[in-house]
T-cell receptor
Framework: RKEVEQDPGPFNVPEGATVAFNCTYS??????FFWYRQDCRKEPKLLMS???SGNEDGRFTAQLNRASQYISLLIRDSKLSDSATYLC???FGPGGYNKLIFGAGTRLAVHP | SAVISQKPSRDICQRGTSLTIQCQVD?????MFWYRQQPGQSLTLIAT?????????ESGFVIDKFPISRPNLTFSTLTVSNMSPEDSSIYLC?????????????FGQGTRLTVV
């Protein structure tokens, strides 16, 4: 079983749509959780961290369910510029030496 | 944040040769990470490079194939040795805020390697 699993997509949605991505992780000792965005032929960049209480940043909402080992990302009012691959990332390891483990990514294509 | 300069940005190499990728960070960091991203795949951690000690390799990666140097707190190299077409991939270096747990990672722009 992969450490971090995501639906690969692609998700093809029209502008203005709401789309949700899911992610599960296998290691219950995972400590922190992120969503990264990767544009074609570019390096990954942090989109947002994910907290147990849930957090929102504009059109983006992230949720974490530790009991189910499940993370989600909701994008409202999709824009053409949201087209990218969204990577679910978890960390584990001792303190400041923890390392990031990436999911395979979910591709999103927003069309006019 | 951290600014990472990685080079070369791309290369085409003959099988059987080796390529060394350089990663320079604009601040001192204890840990640097090397990832591989094969076509259409996500990032796989190759190893963690700590200054002053040997790199720690992930399962499936060995030092003979991917030797790493870490001469100081702002620089690291990854060598892809005795290359084969299966090594064609993007290689990325990464850092996190020094020894602060659960912080975001920053990436270099990547090295796109094609082995022919």
């Amino acid at each position: 079983r992969k450490e971090v699993e995501q639906d690969p997509g692609p998700f093809n949605v029209p502008e203005g749509a709401t789309v949700a991505f899911n992610c599960t992780y296998s290691n219950s000792a995972s400590q922190s959780f992120f969503w990264y965005r990767q544009d074609c032929r570019k390096e990954p960049k942090l989109l947002m961290s994910v907290y147990s209480s849930g957090n929102e940043d504009g059109r983006f909402t992230a949720q974490l369910n530790r009991a189910s080992q499940y993370i989600s990302l909701l994008i409202r009012d999709s824009k053409l510029s949201d087209s990218a691959t969204y990577l679910c990332v978890v960390t584990f390891g001792p303190g400041g030496y923890n390392k990031l483990i990436f999911g395979a990514g979910t591709r999103l294509a927003v069309h006019p | 944040s951290a600014v990472i300069s990685q080079k070369p940005s791309r290369d085409i190499c003959q099988r059987g040769t080796s390529l060394t990728i350089q990663c320079q960070v604009d601040s001192q960091v204890t840990m640097m990470f090397w990832y591989r991203q094969q076509p259409g795949q996500s990032l796989t951690l190759i190893a963690t490079a700590n200054q002053g000690s040997e790199a720690t390799y992930e399962s499936g990666f060995v030092i003979d194939k991917f030797p790493i140097s870490r001469p100081n707190l702002t620089f690291s190299t990854l060598t892809v040795s005795n290359m084969s077409p299966e090594d064609s991939s993007i290689y990325l270096c990464s850092v996190k805020q020094d020894l602060v747990p659960n912080t975001e990672a920053f990436f270099g722009q990547g090295t796109r390697l094609t082995v022919v």
